[in-house]
């Protein structure tokens, strides 16, 4: 039975690992023991000088002492004192480094209390020397217990440091023996690790070599053109069979594609043609996004419109070539959808159609009928065709317009007409904010007539037209009597409900072509091209009664009536053009009206009427 190689490697490997662990093992624990007995070593050699420090401080206070008691030099008992010190702390240190040994610490101990012995007679000494007892400390000095003391504290440390001499050779012994220990495991693993890497080595290179050769060979003879070579060589190894079996079976499904080779280039063939008639169809899109692009840049830009329309009706001919057509939109109401623009000779009816009129509307999406009876007609068509199609244009999931299309929409032009649509609706969406956001400029927010910028440019082009064509030019100047009444005694709530009415009222009273502008606070202007002062006066007169019968309410409170003085200049060319003397003009009208009692109406500084 055949083996498997990888089970082969895995034993041999272990094997290996093994005898590398055993040997990493015994190393790391000589290694140990050796760090062990250094550190003991070390803690020897620090328990020996401690020993010897404090002898030498012991001698060094003792002569001081005695240099003290002859010279009579305070120097010396400073250092008396220093030293005296050292010796005490070095023999406590002493005790503490030989806590770990019982005799050495019972030895220690009795050289630090024979230190401290020997230094308290020290201290007695310099103390009847500091006190001026020469004599005294002399005489102590001489009894001779003081060296007796001192030899014997010698002895102490000499056999303190035999003893911990001893210790610190038997423990460099014992590193010694545990360094030739590793040194041989050392000699003898390196050469068995080497020799089991050598067994490893061979048993992998026999067990791979021989599959690989037969491999290789059956491989150059596929190479050569033999496609019918295969592996038949016993492979010794699991893998290695599956190895071959596998390299087998690719030559079986090599042999079967190069059976198959002249079908597979037909295939390409016809992918070939497909390919190229996939990239006609994406160069004729192309086209047309450019085109449909240059239309969506000069819809963006459009400012009126009927410059949208004209747009319109340039660029859509050309994206639906032979298709007459309409687009409608909502109007502001959106009860109506009304003709924006029309192409390709289509009539079409200015009024519009109501919105249900459509099934493209209702439905939400496209609506066509290709031949008679084959889908309901729309009542928009008024029947006069068998064939159309009606596109909805949205935008942010809202019907904003419609497409219609007289005529039937292949397949050709589906992508045409879904594009055209997206483009549309989007430049119709952008055209609605742009007039809104112009009406945002030009209206006044809380009377929702027009501000003063508007009317100053408004008055400069009348002006200019009127000096252009000769025709007359009228300016009526007004505001509310006594407004400030009402924003002191209502609140300013009020005051804008007084603005709001009396805006509403003008609004309604004056015709189409005249500009209703707020002036600022309570005041307003209404510019009245084509219009004679005689025949402006009887209206601002009728406005100014009907204002007059006006009670306004506000937050179910009655503010009461409300009356307003009325100025009206006539534009005279010996005048500016900007309007500023025409403006004057009415100004000094509306003052004179003022002046005179309110509520009426005064023409250039000539009262016209007064209220009863």
Not at 55 to 84: C, K
């Amino acid at each position: 039975m055949v083996g498997s190689l990888s089970r082969r490697i895995v034993v041999l490997c272990s094997l290996l690992c093994l005898l590398t662990a055993l040997l990493a093992g015994l190393l790391l624990q000589m290694s140990s023991q050796m760090h062990g007995n250094l550190a003991w070593v070390t803690h020897s050699s620090q328990v020996l000088k401690t020993a010897n420090r404090s002898l030498s401080h012991l001698r060094v206070a003792e002569s001081g002492q005695r240099g003290f008691t002859l010279t009579r030099d305070p120097a010396f008992a400073r250092s008396v004192e220093v030293e005296i010190a050292g010796a005490k702390r070095e023999a406590s240190d002493l005790v503490h480094l030989t806590a770990d040994n019982p005799a050495q610490n019972m030895r220690a101990k009795q050289i630090s209390a024979l230190v401290s012995e020997r230094a308290n007679i020290l201290e007695e000494t310099v103390r009847l020397a500091r006190s001026g007892d020469f004599a005294g400390a002399q005489a102590s000095t001489a009894t001779g217990q003081g060296r007796d003391l001192m030899e014997l504290v010698g002895v102490r440390i000499d056999d303190f440091v035999n003893e911990e001499r001893m210790l610190a050779k038997s423990r460099f012994d014992a590193v010694e023996r545990r360094l030739k220990l590793i040194r041989w495991l050392v000699l003898a693993g390196t050469p068995l690790t080497m020799i089991a890497l050598a067994l490893v080595a061979i048993v992998l290179i026999r067990g791979i070599r021989q599959p690989v050769e037969a491999m290789m060979t059956v491989m150059g003879q596929l190479g050569a053109g033999d496609r019918a070579a295969r592996v038949t060589a016993r492979m010794n190894s699991r893998e290695f069979e599956r190895l071959a079996n596998g390299y087998n079976a690719m030559a079986d499904e090599l042999q079967a594609a190069v059976a198959d080779q002249i079908d597979s280039q037909e295939r390409l063939r016809v992918a070939n043609l497909e390919l190229s008639q996939n990239a006609a169809v994406l160069r004729e899109r192309g086209e047309v996004i450019e085109l449909l692009g240059g239309m969506a840049h000069r819809m963006q830009a459009a400012r009126t419109d009927e410059e949208l329309a004209s747009i319109i009706r340039v660029f859509v001919p050309r994206v639906l070539h032979d298709i007459p057509g309409a687009l409608y939109a909502h109007n502001n109401s959106r009860n109506l959808l009304v003709p924006v623009a029309a192409w390709g000779g289509l009539a079409v009816d200015p009024s519009g159609f109501a919105p249900e009129q459509c099934w493209a509307l209702r439905r939400g999406q496209s609506h066509f009928v290709v031949e008679p009876g084959s889908d309901i007609v729309c009542a928009h068509t008024a029947d006069e065709t068998h064939h159309y199609h009606c596109e909805p244009l949205l935008a942010g999931g809202e019907v904003i317009g419609v497409l219609y299309l007289k005529g039937v929409i292949g397949s050709e032009n589906r992508f045409r007409l879904a594009v055209l649509t997206e483009n549309i609706a989007s430049a119709l969406v952008n055209h609605r904010l742009q007039r809104g956001l112009r009406e945002q400029t030009i209206r006044d927010p809380l009377t929702g007539l027009f501000n003063r910028r508007y009317m100053e440019e408004t008055l400069a082009l009348e002006i200019a037209r009127a000096s252009r064509s000769g025709s007359p030019l009228a300016l009526v100047m007004c505001d509310v009597d006594h407004f400030k009444r009402f924003n002191d005694e209502f609140g300013h709530d009020a005051g804008d409900a007084v603005l709001q009415t009396v805006a509403a009222e003008l609004r309604s009273r004056f015709r189409d072509g005249d500009v209703i502008c707020r002036f600022g606070g309570e005041e307003f202007i209404v510019i009245a091209p084509d219009t004679a002062v005689s025949v402006l006066m009887a209206r601002v007169e009728e406005i100014r009664q009907a204002v007059s019968e006006i009670t306004v309410q506000q937050g179910g409170r009655t503010l009461g009536s409300i009356t307003m003085s009325f100025g009206i200049a006539s534009w005279d060319p010996g005048m500016d053009r900007e309007g500023t003397m025409l403006l004057k003009v009415a100004d000094t009208a509306l003052y004179e009206a003022k002046r005179a009692g309110r509520n009426r109406v005064v023409t250039e500084a000539k009262p016209l009427s007064l209220s009863a």
